[in-house]
């Protein structure tokens, strides 16, 4: 069964029905899983996909430019945009997989929302955008041409800085290494610039090495680049920890250069799918042949290439789940990662004879820095390490904390992650999230009504992982209550949602869960234990009311206090649990209750501890304060009549008085309107009069 996708209506399905992209993401057969075609006269021109999405845009002899999105998860696909200009770069984020960066000739940015068509409009450059570079886990978006560079903030998208560029030597490549918060730009002569706080480092290549480089290629991990040219069959590959050239590779003869067709189609590190193939590199050919190159182990692993067309564009999702290629014919067909990689089952597998001159890299040099300049490099860097560790130490931000009460909002996410020394294990995070949606959360949205859609789909999806972690915290009602407030301030950075709400169950809530449903055994004894060393009194008068922990204590636990307390106050508070042991949250209940011990002092049954909602088809009788009999009623009642007709009759005195004062001003605006009038006529004429004496 062939699924494909004809681009020739507004809107549409896949054909035919029931396409589901996920049964093939293991598939290791060289087979397109999915077909995409212009229609009658349109050429594809730009393409780029993601995990539930594929970007593609036609371009028609009338000039028309039209940018399609197919949602593979929903099995449809739908006009996104019209460009009335040619597009430069088209490229979605690798986090945030709903939202495009789309560059126009007429050197406009945009970052559109496929899901609602929302536009953000990115103003700066001066000339066409010829590429946007943005990592996993960046907080920055880097955005650049031939003569420009400019660094914008995410997802605020402000602009931030331009960069310090040489301006003789015009820019091939520019990008952001979120895990060493530098950013990186190489230039045409093949040397890379590398900013780092307020470091700068360049690499230069080999004097000897005459080489136009056209294309650069970072690994995911960003510890590597890749960079070289379409008149040289050379490779050189940089470290960008050590900040030197590593080693400079001979491409085999079948893959005779690297070919970039007008940014569109630079080489592209693929996903870590084997541990046998960490930094594996999918390059274009000048003849439209897509080699698969081992940059570890210098071999090339496979050759795609089609009898009839060549290969044009190339787009790799960032989950490794599939890989989107487009030929030359106009026809984009989606490809598993997998099969672009040998299979590692050999057995199975027949072998044939390929000539070794096929396969076989030379390195014909390779780098050996001195033993003195890397002891130096070693020991600048454990003494950076050294630095960032007292700047982030536990011990110290306590005392900021206790000295102040609270810490700094600017930098509070970092304090809270270094506190709780989140790891950050994107590749763990990562097999949770490709799991999709939760069944328990499937129907989210009904429960919980946001105007906030990004907030609901954070919400929805960090649950989701955590119930695809525990799948037992799926049956928990309150854990939606508990973990938003932390996804409110997180949401931006899912990845912190997740291993921030795993540590807070882990460390906190695990008690909770281990009597649940019956959480009364742990909330009770508890908290009525250090209420009876805090305050025996009022324990005392809940018990004789027949009042437990669980009236009292529970909705504020199982919310995070968020319900009770400012989003200030809530801050202040989550900063002192934090940083203080499990132990100390239990305390804070216990201090909240003391808090309001008038209140509950007050009460005289459990039913006023609860404060019930009011109920869903009426109103509850009140029946609190002084009976009155049927006559005092009837005397109310009239009395309430004389004065609601005294009320009416006031109102229409009122209107009256304005009617007339409306009337007033209308006449003076006549008048006023005819004066100006008359004075205009007599300009006029003045004017005339002049004009005919002038003549005479």
């Not at 880097?142 to 800085?161: D, G, I, K, R």
């Not at 906190?508 to 869960?513: A, E, L, N, P």
Request: with cysteine; aromatic share 10%; glycine share 4%.
């Amino acid at each position: 069964m062939r699924y494909h996708v004809t681009l020739d209506e507004a809107s549409g399905i896949i054909q035919p029905t029931g396409f589901d992209v996920g049964e093939h993401k293991t598939s290791t057969a060289l087979l397109p899983v999915l077909s995409v075609s212009g229609g009658e006269g349109c050429k594809m021109s730009a393409l780029s996909c993601h995990c539930s999405y594929l970007a593609t845009l036609t371009h028609t002899h009338l000039h028309t430019n039209t940018l399609y999105i197919t949602n593979l998860n929903e099995n449809r696909f739908y006009t996104l945009k019209r460009l009335a200009d040619a597009c430069s770069v088209l490229s979605f984020h690798p986090y945030q997989e709903n939202y495009l960066f789309v560059a126009t000739a007429s050197t406009k940015l945009y970052c559109i929302n496929v899901d609602d068509g929302s536009v953000v409009e990115l103003l700066g450059h001066h000339s066409p955008v010829s590429g946007v570079h943005c990592g996993v886990g960046s907080t920055s978006l880097v955005s650049y041409n031939t003569h420009e560079a400019l660094l914008w903030s995410y997802p605020a998208l402000t602009l931030t800085s331009r960069l310090q560029l040489q301006h003789s030597l015009p820019l091939v490549w520019a990008g952001h290494i979120w895990q060493r918060d530098e950013v990186v730009a190489g230039f045409s002569t093949g040397t890379v610039v590398v900013w780092s706080q307020q470091q700068q480092h360049s690499i230069d290549p080999p004097q000897s090495l005459q080489l136009q480089f056209e294309a650069f290629a970072v690994s995911r991990c960003g510890e590597w680049l890749v960079g070289g040219g379409s008149k040289s069959g050379l490779v050189v590959v940089y470290s960008l920890t050590n900040h030197c050239v590593s080693q400079i590779l001979q491409l085999p003869p079948t893959c005779p250069s690297i070919y970039n067709n007008n940014n569109n189609n630079p080489p592209v590190f693929l996903p870590h799918i084997y541990l046998k193939y960490p930094q594996v590199l999918a390059v274009q050919g000048s003849a439209g042949v897509l080699s698969i190159i081992d940059v570890t182990n210098c071999t090339k692993l496979k050759t795609l290439r089609s009898h009839r067309h060549v290969i044009e564009y190339i787009s790799v999702s960032d989950d490794g789940g599939y890989t989107c290629i487009t030929y030359s014919n106009g026809v984009s067909k989606i490809y598993p990662t997998r099969c672009l990689l040998p299979v590692l089952h050999t057995s199975t597998v027949s072998r044939t004879h390929t000539p070794t001159r096929d396969i076989a890299f030379h390195i014909i040099e390779k780098r050996e820095k001195e033993s003195e300049e890397e002891r130096e490099r070693e020991e600048k860097r454990k003494e950076r390490t050294k630095d960032l560790e007292e700047l982030l130490d536990k011990n110290k931000w306590y005392q900021v904390l206790c000295e102040f009460g609270s810490y700094p909002d600017k930098y509070r996410v970092l304090i809270w992650s270094c506190v709780l020394k989140l790891p950050r294990n994107y590749s763990v995070f990562s097999v949770l999230l490709d799991k999709g949606i939760h069944t328990a959360y499937e129907h989210l949205e009904e429960e919980y009504t946001m105007c906030d859609k990004r907030l609901f789909r954070a919400l929805q999806r960090t649950l989701s992982c955590v119930a695809h972690w525990s799948p037992f915290l799926a049956q928990v009602t309150f854990l939606p209550h508990l973990l938003f407030p932390f996804i409110k301030l997180l949401h931006t950075n899912l990845l912190l949602c997740f291993e921030l709400s795993v540590t807070l169950i882990f460390n906190w809530c695990r008690v909770w869960f281990e009597f649940w449903p019956d959480i009364s055994v742990t909330v009770v004894n508890t908290t009525e234990r250090l209420l009876c060393d805090a305050d025996p009194t009022l324990l005392a008068h809940l018990i004789d009311i027949k009042v437990t922990a669980q009236h009292y204590i529970w909705t504020p636990l199982t919310t995070a206090f968020s319900t009770v307390l400012s989003d200030s106050d809530w801050l202040t508070l989550w900063d002192h649990i934090l940083s203080n042991p499990p132990s100390f949250l239990p305390c804070v209940a216990v201090a909240f209750t003391i808090a309001s011990r008038n209140t509950l002092l007050s009460c005289s049954n459990p039913t006023q501890v609860k404060f019930e909602c009011l109920p869903l088809n009426g109103l509850p009788h009140f029946t609190i304060g002084t009976q009155c009999d049927e006559q005092q009623i009837d005397n109310l009642e009239e009395e309430m009549c004389q004065r609601e007709s005294n009320n009416i009759n006031n109102n229409n005195l009122a209107k009256t008085k304005q009617q007339q004062q409306q009337q007033a001003e209308d006449m003076v605006y006549t008048v006023a309107r005819t004066e100006l009038w008359q004075q205009q006529q007599q300009c006029l004429d003045s004017i005339i009069n002049m004009r005919k004496r002038h003549l005479w």
